[in-house]
C-alpha cells in the first residue's frame, strides 16, 4: 500500500508548471488510431491513465513510443477488435474505442467502461448515436461487454437529450471516416473539445461549429498522419491555484493562460483571492481572507464539476456560509465526509429545484435517496489531521489540498486516484514548500 503522509501548515511560494491536458491527450490516442500513418502528439501528462490507454493502443495492434512528454502512435491495422476486460475496466475513456473500430474494422467489443465511479457515468447517449450511425450494438450482461458492429458508419442529425463532453468527443471521432454529413446538436462546448476538432482536421477531417451547440462533420474517406501539441490542463491549474491561495501563498504557473478559466477566475474574485495575469503565465496569492460564495456546476461554460471538490476546501476557510450545487453528476460529493472528519463545518443536502430535469445533466432515473446534490460549509473552519481516503481524482485533490492546512500530519489512502490524474503532483508541491512525502509498504 501506498499513502501520502502531508504535514499542514506550509504557505506554498515559488514558480511552477503544469502538465498536458489530461481529457485532451486520452481523446487524442483515440483519434491517433483512425488512421495508419503515424500522428505524434506533445506534451501529454505522463499520469496512469495515459500509460492504460497505450497499452490498449498495443493490445489492439498498434505501435506507442513515449520519448519524455511526446508520444508516437501508429496503428497500419486492427489486429484485434476487442479490449480485455483488465484494461477497459481501469478507464472511462475505453469506451471511446467504439468509434476508430467501427470506422475502420466495422466490429468493437468492449467492456463496460471503469474509471472513476462517479454515480452511474452512463454511455447511453453514445451507444444511441453510434446506433443511428448504423452500428448494431447489444450489451451482453453474461461477459460484461458491448458488442458492436456496422456495415458503415453513416452521416446523421443527432440531438444529445443532455450535454456529454465524451459522448460529443465520441460521435465526433466516429463521423469523421463516415459517408455523408454529420450535424451534432446540443453537442458539448469545453474547450477540450475544440482541441480535438483542431488535431482531427490536421489529420485531414472536416469539422466546424456552425453555431451554438452545433458541429458539423463532412466524412472523408481516409485521414494521414499530423504533430499536435496539447494545451496545458485546465484542472491541475485549478488545483495549484487553490492550493496556493488556501496555504496563505503566492504561486506563479507559466506558460498558461487565462482563456478557459473564465469562470474560475470570476468565482476567485468574489472570494477574494489573488491572481495576476502575465505574458508568461499566471500569478495566484493570497489577499486579505476568503469570502463565502454561492457555486453551481454546469457543463461549459460554467463553473466546471470538476473543480467543485477543491473549491469546496477553500470554502472552509472562507468567513460566512458558502453552498456548492453539483448537478453534473448525481454523487460528486463523497469526499464532503473526509472534510467532516478533519473539522469541516459542512453539510450535505439536496436543493428544492423547480425542473430536476432542466436542472440537473444527469439521467434522473440513476438518482437516489442516498445522494446529495449540494454542501453547505461555514468557515472560517480550523481543519485538523486525520486519516482519509480518496474517492476519485479531483476528489482526491481536494483532499490533499485540505492536509496541507490541517494542523498535524494526515495519512492520505488509496492515492493511486491521484496518479490517475496528476503528473508527480506531490513531487511539484514539496518542491513548492510543502511537507509532503509518499511512502510505500
Request: hydrophobic share 40%; glycine share 8%; aromatic share 6%.
Given at each position: 500500500?501506498?499513502?501520502?503522509?502531508?504535514?499542514g501548515g506550509k504557505?506554498l511560494?515559488?514558480?511552477t508548471e503544469?502538465?498536458g491536458?489530461k481529457?485532451v491527450?486520452?481523446?487524442?490516442l483515440v483519434?491517433?488510431c483512425?488512421?495508419?500513418?503515424?500522428?505524434?502528439i506533445?506534451n501529454?501528462p505522463?499520469?496512469?491513465?495515459?500509460?492504460v490507454?497505450?497499452d490498449?493502443?498495443?493490445?489492439?495492434?498498434?505501435?506507442?513510443?513515449i520519448?519524455?512528454?511526446?508520444?508516437s502512435v501508429?496503428?497500419?491495422?486492427?489486429?484485434?477488435?476487442k479490449?480485455?476486460?483488465?484494461?477497459?475496466?481501469e478507464?472511462?475513456?475505453s469506451?471511446?474505442?467504439?468509434?476508430p473500430l467501427l470506422?475502420r474494422s466495422?466490429?468493437?467489443?468492449?467492456?463496460n467502461p471503469?474509471?472513476c465511479?462517479?454515480?452511474?457515468?452512463?454511455?447511453?447517449?453514445?451507444i444511441?448515436?453510434?446506433?443511428?450511425?448504423?452500428?448494431?450494438?447489444?450489451y451482453?450482461?453474461?461477459?460484461?461487454?458491448?458488442?458492436?458492429?456496422?456495415?458503415g458508419?453513416?452521416?446523421?442529425?443527432f440531438t444529445?437529450s443532455k450535454?456529454t463532453?465524451?459522448?460529443t468527443e465520441t460521435?465526433i471521432?466516429?463521423?469523421?471516416l463516415?459517408e455523408?454529413?454529420t450535424?451534432l446538436?446540443?453537442?458539448?462546448?469545453e474547450p477540450e473539445i475544440d482541441?480535438l476538432?483542431?488535431?482531427?482536421?490536421?489529420?485531414?477531417a472536416?469539422?466546424k461549429?456552425?453555431?451554438?451547440r452545433t458541429?458539423e462533420?463532412?466524412?472523408?474517406?481516409?485521414l494521414?498522419?499530423?504533430?499536435f501539441?496539447?494545451?496545458p490542463d485546465r484542472?491541475?491549474?485549478?488545483t495549484?491555484?487553490?492550493?496556493?491561495?488556501?496555504?496563505?501563498?503566492?504561486?506563479?504557473i507559466?506558460?498558461?493562460?487565462?482563456?478557459g478559466?473564465?469562470d474560475?477566475?470570476?468565482?476567485?474574485?468574489?472570494?477574494?483571492?489573488g491572481y495576476e495575469?502575465?505574458?508568461?503565465?499566471?500569478?495566484?496569492f493570497?489577499k486579505?481572507g476568503?469570502?463565502?460564495?454561492?457555486?453551481e456546476?454546469s457543463?461549459?461554460?460554467?463553473f466546471?464539476t470538476?473543480w467543485q471538490?477543491p473549491?469546496?476546501?477553500l470554502?472552509?476557510?472562507?468567513k460566512?456560509?458558502?453552498i456548492?450545487h453539483e448537478?453534473?453528476?448525481?454523487?460528486?460529493?463523497?469526499?464532503?465526509r473526509?472534510?467532516?472528519?478533519?473539522?469541516a463545518?459542512a453539510?450535505?443536502?439536496?436543493?428544492?429545484?423547480?425542473?430536476?430535469n432542466?436542472?440537473?445533466n444527469?439521467?434522473?432515473?440513476d438518482?437516489s435517496?442516498?445522494?446529495f446534490?449540494?454542501?453547505?460549509?461555514?468557515?472560517?473552519t480550523?481543519?485538523?489531521?486525520?486519516?482519509v481516503?480518496?474517492?476519485?481524482i479531483?476528489?482526491?485533490?481536494?483532499i490533499?489540498?485540505a492536509s496541507?492546512?490541517a494542523?498535524?500530519?494526515?495519512?492520505i489512502l488509496e492515492?493511486?486516484?491521484?496518479d490517475r490524474?496528476?503528473e508527480?503532483?506531490?513531487?511539484r508541491l514539496?518542491?513548492?514548500?510543502?511537507?509532503?512525502?509518499?511512502?510505500?509498504?
Amino acid at each position: 500500500m501506498t499513502k501520502l503522509i502531508v504535514g499542514g501548515g506550509k504557505k506554498l511560494k515559488g514558480d511552477t508548471e503544469v502538465s498536458g491536458s489530461k481529457n485532451v491527450a486520452l481523446k487524442a490516442l483515440v483519434a491517433a488510431c483512425l488512421t495508419t500513418e503515424e500522428v505524434i502528439i506533445e506534451n501529454v501528462p505522463l499520469i496512469s491513465d495515459f500509460y492504460v490507454m497505450c497499452d490498449i493502443i498495443k493490445e489492439l495492434g498498434g505501435q506507442v513510443k513515449i520519448l519524455d512528454h511526446k508520444v508516437s502512435v501508429k496503428l497500419p491495422e486492427f489486429k484485434k477488435t476487442k479490449i480485455s476486460l483488465e484494461r477497459g475496466a481501469e478507464i472511462r475513456t475505453s469506451a471511446m474505442f467504439l468509434a476508430p473500430l467501427l470506422a475502420r474494422s466495422r466490429q468493437a467489443v468492449i467492456p463496460n467502461p471503469g474509471g472513476c465511479r462517479l454515480g452511474a457515468r452512463p454511455i447511453d447517449r453514445t451507444i444511441e448515436g453510434l446506433s443511428k450511425m448504423g452500428a448494431d450494438i447489444k450489451y451482453r450482461s453474461a461477459d460484461g461487454y458491448f458488442h458492436a458492429r456496422s456495415r458503415g458508419l453513416r452521416g446523421i442529425e443527432f440531438t444529445f437529450s443532455k450535454n456529454t463532453h465524451t459522448g460529443t468527443e465520441t460521435l465526433i471521432i466516429a463521423a469523421v471516416l463516415a459517408e455523408g454529413k454529420t450535424v451534432l446538436k446540443n453537442a458539448a462546448e469545453e474547450p477540450e473539445i475544440d482541441e480535438l476538432i483542431s488535431l482531427l482536421n490536421s489529420m485531414g477531417a472536416k469539422i466546424k461549429r456552425t453555431k451554438k451547440r452545433t458541429i458539423e462533420i463532412v466524412g472523408v474517406s481516409k485521414l494521414h498522419g499530423t504533430s499536435f501539441r496539447i494545451l496545458p490542463d485546465r484542472n491541475e491549474i485549478v488545483t495549484i491555484a487553490i492550493a496556493a491561495i488556501v496555504t496563505g501563498g503566492d504561486v506563479f504557473i507559466k506558460d498558461v493562460k487565462k482563456e478557459g478559466l473564465e469562470d474560475f477566475l470570476s468565482a476567485l474574485e468574489k472570494a477574494g483571492g489573488g491572481y495576476e495575469i502575465k505574458n508568461s503565465g499566471i500569478r495566484f496569492f493570497a489577499k486579505d481572507g476568503i469570502s463565502p460564495t454561492n457555486i453551481e456546476t454546469s457543463p461549459y461554460p460554467g463553473f466546471m464539476t470538476d473543480w467543485q471538490a477543491p473549491w469546496a476546501v477553500l470554502m472552509t476557510q472562507a468567513k460566512g456560509s458558502s453552498i456548492i450545487h453539483e448537478t453534473v453528476f448525481e454523487n460528486k460529493l463523497e469526499y464532503v465526509r473526509d472534510l467532516q472528519k478533519m473539522g469541516a463545518n459542512a453539510t450535505l443536502f439536496n436543493p428544492k429545484v423547480s425542473d430536476k430535469n432542466k436542472v440537473y445533466n444527469f439521467n434522473l432515473e440513476d438518482d437516489s435517496a442516498d445522494y446529495f446534490h449540494a454542501v453547505k460549509i461555514e468557515g472560517p473552519t480550523s481543519l485538523h489531521n486525520a486519516v482519509v481516503t480518496m474517492h476519485n481524482i479531483r476528489a482526491g485533490a481536494a483532499i490533499v489540498l485540505a492536509s496541507l492546512i490541517a494542523k498535524g500530519e494526515s495519512a492520505i489512502l488509496e492515492i493511486e486516484h491521484l496518479d490517475r490524474g496528476y503528473e508527480k503532483f506531490d513531487e511539484r508541491l514539496k518542491k513548492l514548500g510543502a511537507d509532503i512525502k509518499r511512502v510505500r509498504k
